[in-house]
């Protein structure tokens, strides 16, 4: 069985920094790739970042570029999202998902998602 669980998430005031994790069971994160979406209050889901550890690339959204950075750990079967200089903008549910698309019908196993809110 497919799963995957996000923790981390939490309350952050405007420059600070958490990293969030995606724990993978039913699967190894280094055989496919993983990406973190997320959706603010209100709006839609926004691709944030995707790794392939097969070709060891990464990928990132102009909004986050240069202050997130995702990685993974194979012994764990963990990958993370480190954010920092982190944004009032960047208060979202955040969510991990396996696969790689601007099409989100093309994410075949999504997490429960965790609350990132950013605020003094």
């Known amino acids: 069985e497919v799963q995957l669980v996000e923790s981390g998430g939490g309350l952050v005031q405007p420059g600070g920094s958490l990293r969030l994790s995606c724990a993978a069971s039913?699967?190894?994160?280094?055989?496919?790739?993983v990406s973190w979406v997320r959706q603010a209050p209100g709006k839609g889901l926004e691709w944030v970042a995707s790794?392939?550890?097969?070709?060891?690339?990464?990928y990132y959204a102009d909004s986050v570029k240069g202050r997130f950075t995702i990685s993974s750990d194979t012994a764990k079967n963990t990958v993370f999202l480190q954010m920092n200089s982190l944004k009032s903008e960047d208060t979202a549910v955040y969510y991990c998902?396996?696969?790689?698309?601007?099409?989100?019908?093309?994410?075949?196993?999504w997490g429960q998602g965790t609350q990132v809110t950013v605020s003094s």
């Open positions: 998902a396996r696969g790689s698309s601007l099409r989100w019908i093309e994410y075949d196993y």
């Open positions: 790794i392939y550890n097969h070709i060891s690339t990464t």
């Open positions: 039913g699967f190894t994160v280094d055989d496919y790739a």
